[in-house]
């Protein structure tokens, strides 16, 4: 998303001069501030972390001692539970399934659903609202209910997995990451977290491009989406985290050690009456990193580099 | 219209008429391992449902458990992204460890949990410091629901701070220039800058939280089972256990559409309101 | 058919999609045997996800079966929780697996569905010699009299106690209690409470989790000599003096006047063996099944723990518990070849096979001839497991098991938690439980 025509956004930099002094009307106050929002922050950093911060102590725990007394640092930490997750759980295939089946649900959403909801704020029709409504709708009946309708629509895609111009006769695309990513492949939750985002944007940018003749297409690639770089930032950490968290989905159409995603692999190791606590837990964590990377990457779209982001403390 | 119609027709597709398959399935006695057809019942499953003590009480449940939750996690979202929303060194690391909570195995986590809660676990530990008497968090009619409450703020609290950061980022930062300039105090600030700027994502993340904690489940399903008394039993459990344990899907989808209106009520009311303010 | 005469309920548009949605239904359900269509393949999932279990049936069975056969199997393990939804899913789009495994609480409603295959021909074929050998199992795979499952591994409730606990309050370790009254008698002695009265460790445990509860009042109402059911599986029968008795006990043991435990809600049973209140020294005697009290011994090896004899009510004849069949396996109805399915059954209950599985597990054999085996030589806990299997009673497989054991549930824990005397517990529960079974009845 190279940006060429740089639009006139009003996010410049302010001219050089105005950055001292305001440096300086602000500075009074900033050392207690700051000192005020390291404390809050990292008191609820602490807070926040706490049971994770079990779930790695866990991850380095003897299986046989975990739970066995409250302590935060393991006794005589080991490795073990790391390499009973990649071996047993076959970690690293289903670490690359779930790549797999994420990258193509982060890049549907960033584009599909991206465009739809900048439609439904910047480019009304006749009855989008109705229209961008029911589809929100959707997320509002619980999935036990549209499960098996589902399943029954993934089993009958046409000409896919054996099947007929109909869908019938074959497995359609039951146990494919190609099934894998279909109901995630655009989320109405997307569209409406789009919707809203453009929504709060000036329309007059638009209104002046048209003015000199510029098409949608050309006003929506350049001058809005550039501007949206939170909006791409969070759809892509939302879309990734919803597919590699999935469980259920996967749980009904998969069947082969071939298609096992990574909340099934760690599902391994809930074993009633048995849980697998060091295990379960290294597994845990070696799935959490990716995502971790994931949103580290993405974030950084939240800082507008161009402003010093003075404002709000 | 083009920019809409890839969407369109795949959310037509594999979420709307998934939708309206479950809408047909309501009026019927559909047993998903009943090899004959199922028989069209009218409004059976409604009446029967109305009349199901159960079924009210769960409406009743997952209305507090949204009331206790969405408050508190919109509210602490909303100082922590204020609070990380200027860089500082280390400012990625600080979002992520909020965030985490958010993307770890909720299963997993849920273990961890009910270590948590349990009479010797930690929050218990931590009490006795303080010559405080055990309890029985999740094992208490009082206390359940609000402990299960308690862990879905820690999990939603990440997402909704990403959202509300978004929205901040995309309010336009001459406007502060030009407000402090007129001398404009930080709650000024905040007031009449900020909040109408954050209000579109705002209304987004109250809307979206009622949607999904109206659908709590897993999280009842790992921590209480629907007990003490049934007094976790969200809607959307006995949803769960009438469709898959009991295999009435015609009934849970009748439940599933009640819940569905007292969703959408909700969250219209919600986004109303504040987009009212907006107008007055 | 039935849709198109009812279809005159609905109206207009409604009725149009209804007979669109419902044709798809029905279509959907007529597809074969999942991606084990062909005779020379097989689609097995196996409950739970047991890593000596994975381990064993994935390395060593199905490519010792594979070879002997030149059958492909493809094997899936489904943890428990979710299981029932991902068999709904596959027999609603008729691609259920030609072999599944699952519960006996869940036959009845796949057999009155005619989703599972009756086995009856298969088991007449085996040798009479194994069929004695598997009598104590194969009753629990029943419906109606009828084989549906064949178990793999067998369960029971069993009560384990600290030996040190008992010495301590001043009872005999090598003479325990072996009647109810007289356990409860040993409980209070062995009933830990602060200064406020407040019990801090429990003299007797018995699980009162949802599903646990119905566990515990079944199992002290089998003590007491009285029955879940009527014989033919369609009434209540736990409205009795014997179920008086149990559910007595069971309100005596949290919220009588003197109570002896504590923890009421808690899931015990289901906790890491480190955690198990025996281990932490929060209860003297606690019941527990077999796998767990093999955890359990492993986690505190230098404390001495042992198994209770399954005990009676001073009015009954003789001990009684619930257990039986465990987990087992069942033939798909849709399966193309059904011999090849019943052949990899035969794999899993062969002597050999069926040790090296139930010690891998951690389960109670299904074969009494195992007591001699290795296994259960070298685990006083299976020993004592095998030993109390004549004892056990299993929960009746009827249709709508699922939800009448539910709703028992329900009502005890009313009566647990004080919301009802017993005697109106058990006449409301009784009515409410015969109303699940009568809708369930095909």
């Known amino acids: ?313 | 219209m083009l920019f809409v119609l890839p969407a369109l027709l795949y959310v037509g597709i594999f979420h709307l008429v998934p939708v309206v398959y479950g809408l047909v399935l309501s009026f019927t006695d559909y047993d998903p391992l009943s090899r004959t057809s199922p028989d069209v019942v009218g409004f059976d499953n409604y009446v029967a449902i109305f009349s199901d003590a159960a079924f009210r009480d769960s409406l009743l449940v997952t209305g507090r458990y949204v009331l206790m939750v969405l408050p508190v996690t919109v509210a602490l979202a909303l100082g922590l992204a204020l609070l990380v929303n200027r860089p500082f060194p280390g400012v990625g690391l600080v979002r992520s460890a909020l965030y985490v909570p958010h993307i770890v195995a909720l299963t997993a986590v849920s273990m961890v949990w009910l270590w948590m809660y349990s009479s010797n676990g930690l929050i218990n530990e931590v009490l006795g410091w303080f010559q405080l008497p055990a309890q029985s968090w999740l094992y208490d009619e009082d206390t359940a629901l609000p402990a299960v409450a308690a862990m879905r703020v820690w999990k939603a609290l990440g997402s909704n701070m990403v959202l509300l950061l978004a929205g901040l980022q995309s309010i336009p930062k001459e406007l502060y220039e030009a407000a402090r300039v007129d001398g404009a105090r930080r709650w000024q600030l905040f007031r009449h800058i900020t909040l109408p700027g954050l209000r579109p994502i705002l209304v987004y993340v109250v809307a979206m939280d009622i949607i999904f904690l109206a659908q709590g489940f897993a999280e009842i399903f790992v921590l209480t089972g629907g007990g003490p008394l049934g007094s976790t039993t969200t809607t959307n459990y006995l949803i769960y256990t009438e469709a898959f344990q009991y295999n009435r899907m015609g009934s849970a989808s009748a439940m599933a559409f009640v819940l569905f209106a007292f969703i959408a009520g909700a969250s219209l009311l919600a986004v109303r309101g504040m987009l009212g303010r907006r107008q007055s | 058919m039935d849709v198109t005469s009812r279809m005159r309920h609905l109206r207009g548009p409604v009725a149009l999609v209804a007979t669109g949605a419902l044709a798809l239904a029905a279509c959907s359900s007529g597809g074969g045997g999942g991606s084990g269509d062909s005779a020379d393949s097989l689609v097995v999932w196996f409950p739970g996800t047991n890593q000596t279990e994975i381990d064993l049936v994935t390395d060593v069975i199905v490519p010792q079966f594979e070879e002997e056969t030149g059958v492909e199997v493809e094997v899936t393990f489904a943890d428990w929780g979710d299981l029932s939804t991902k068999l709904s899913a596959a027999f609603a789009a008729g691609t259920a697996p030609d072999v599944f495994g699952h519960g006996p609480a869940a036959i009845a409603d796949y057999a009155v569905n005619e989703r599972v295959e009756p086995l009856d021909g298969y088991v007449a074929q085996l040798d009479p010699d194994d069929v004695e050998d598997l009598s104590s199992a194969l009753p629990g795979g029943q419906v109606d009299g009828v084989q549906y499952l064949i178990p793999l591994s067998m369960q029971g409730n069993m009560f384990i106690y600290d030996a040190e606990m008992f010495a301590d309050a001043g009872l005999d370790p090598d003479a325990p209690p072996s009647t109810w009254e007289e356990i409860y008698e040993a409980a209070e002695a062995l009933t830990v409470r602060d200064a406020s009265g407040t019990v801090t460790r429990s003299g007797l445990l018995l699980p009162t989790h949802p599903v646990g509860t119905q566990q515990s009042f079944a199992n002290l109402l089998l003590a007491a000599g009285g029955d879940q059911l009527s014989p033919d599986g369609t009434q209540a029968a736990f409205n009795s003096p014997e179920g008086e008795q149990a559910l007595r006990l069971l309100v005596d043991m949290y919220s009588g006047e003197e109570p002896v435990a504590t923890g009421l809600g808690a899931n015990f049973m289901d906790a890491a063996a480190a955690q198990q209140p025996i281990v932490t020294g929060d209860a003297a005697i606690m019941m527990t099944v077999a796998p767990r009290a093999t955890d359990i011994m492993a986690a505190a090896p230098d404390r001495d723990f042992r198994i209770l004899p399954v005990p009676r009510f001073e009015s009954a004849d003789s001990g009684h518990a619930l257990g039986g069949a465990g987990a087992g396996l069942m033939i798909s109805s849709d399966s193309p070849d059904k011999d090849l399915a019943w052949q990899f059954i035969e794999y899993m209950i062969d002597p050999g096979t069926s040790e090296q599985y139930t010690e891998g597990i951690g389960a109670v054999p299904t074969r009494m001839s195992a007591v001699q085996g290795e296994y259960a030589q070298s685990s006083p806990v299976v020993q004592a497991w095998l030993e109390a299997l004549p004892q056990f009673t299993a929960n009746p497989n009827v249709p709508g098991w699922v939800q009448a054991r539910d709703t028992m549930a329900t009502y005890l824990e009313g009566a647990l938690r004080g919301q009802a005397t017993p005697e109106d517990t058990l006449t409301e529960m009784e009515t409410a439980v015969n109303d699940v079974l009568a809708a369930a009845r095909p």
């Open chain 1, 1 to 313: 998303m190279t940006n060429t025509l740089s639009p006139p956004t009003g996010r410049e930099a302010p001219p050089a001069a105005t950055r001292p002094r305001r440096r300086r009307r602000r500075g009074g106050l900033d050392g207690h501030d700051r000192l005020t929002r390291a404390v809050l922050l990292l008191g609820t950093c602490l807070l926040v972390m706490v049971p994770f911060a079990w779930m790695i102590s866990l991850a380095f725990t003897p299986p046989e001692q975990a739970f066995g007394s409250v302590a935060l640092v393991p006794e005589d930490p080991t490795l073990e539970n790391f390499s009973t997750a990649l071996l047993d759980a076959d970690l690293l295939r289903a670490l690359a399934n779930s790549a797999i089946v994420a990258a193509v649900v982060v890049l549907g959403n960033c584009v599909i659903a991206i465009l739809a909801g900048y439609a439904f704020a910047m480019l009304p029709f006749r009855g989008s609202t109705a229209v961008f409504f029911s589809l929100v709708a959707t997320t509002a009946i619980p999935v036990s209910v549209t499960l098996i309708p589902l399943f029954l629509m993934t089993r009958g895609v046409p000409l896919a997995g054996g099947n007929d111009i109909l869908g019938q006769g074959g497995s359609g695309l039951l146990d494919t990451l190609a099934g894998l990513t279909l109901p995630h492949l655009v989320m109405p939750m997307n569209i409406f977290l789009a919707r809203q985002y453009f929504s709060g944007s000036s329309r007059d940018l638009a209104e002046a491009a048209r003015i000199d003749g510029a098409g949608e297409w050309r006003i929506f690639s350049r001058i809005y989406l550039p501007l949206a770089k939170p909006l791409v930032a969070v759809i892509a950490i939302f879309s990734f985290t919803g597919v590699w968290d999935d469980f259920l989905w996967p749980l009904v159409i998969t069947s082969s050690p071939e298609s096992q995603t990574v909340q099934l692999a760690l599902a391994r190791f809930l074993v009633d009456g048995n849980v697998q606590y060091g295990p379960l837990m290294a597994g845990v964590v070696l799935v959490t990193l990716p995502v971790i990377a994931v949103f580290l990457f993405n974030q950084r779209g939240f800082i507008s580099g161009l402003t010093d982001g003075s404002v709000k403390g």
